[in-house]
């Protein structure tokens, strides 16, 4: 087997019956074990994977993972379940990625059907509008998907495959969309 090729089939699988020399994989008796998805999806993107199929691959948490790592690698300062509260109100936010004066609050949906977009968006506005006020800073709210790239109302809606590249564009084109200030 070719090696991109195998690297893909252990990530589906989780192990195989022979030794593989990668990150996020530990080789016991002879199989080799997948103790970390998300390093592993990110080797086989190195080694030329698509990267919309590594992210296919792996299921929601090791998505909302792989996301951040993304931001991680653009040099942004990145929370992962960035829970806070606001008065009485909790909120949660998949990712948050910092970036000198402002913030981007990602909403991870392992999805390909666009119609639910507008309802996920609305709500993820929602609480990027109270992360603005709890962080003390401009927020970008930004929703990641399996396949589509899209602005919806001033939010971008971005496909897996276009991560890297949103990331290392957005200090530049954030007048483009909407951002959330804090009020006060």
């Excluded at 949660?92 to 609050?105: L, P, R």
């Excluded at 603005?132 to 709210?141: E, G, M, N, Q």
Aim: charged fraction near 25%.
């Amino acid at each position: 087997m070719e090696g991109l090729t195998i690297l893909l089939e252990l990530l589906k699988k989780g192990s195989v019956d022979f030794e593989v020399d990668a990150p996020g994989v530990e080789v016991l008796q002879h199989k080799s074990v997948v103790l970390d998805r998300v390093l592993l999806g990110i080797e086989a993107i190195k080694r030329g994977a698509d990267p919309s199929s590594v992210a296919r691959i792996l299921d929601w948490r090791s998505f909302e993972r792989f996301v951040a790592r993304a931001f991680e690698t653009m040099e942004y300062d990145v929370n992962e379940d960035f829970r806070f509260k606001l008065g009485k109100t909790r909120r949660q936010v998949d990712v948050v990625a910092t970036k000198k004066d402002f913030a981007v609050a990602i909403d991870c949906k392992h999805w390909t059907k666009t119609k639910s977009f507008s309802s996920a968006m609305h709500s993820h506005v929602q609480r990027c509008s109270l992360l603005a006020l709890c962080l003390k800073k401009s927020v970008l709210p930004v929703i990641v998907t399996l396949g589509s790239t899209l602005v919806l109302d001033g939010v971008p809606i971005v496909a897996s495959y276009k991560l890297r590249d949103f990331a290392l564009e957005l200090p530049y084109r954030l007048e483009e969309f909407t951002m959330l200030h804090p009020i006060g």
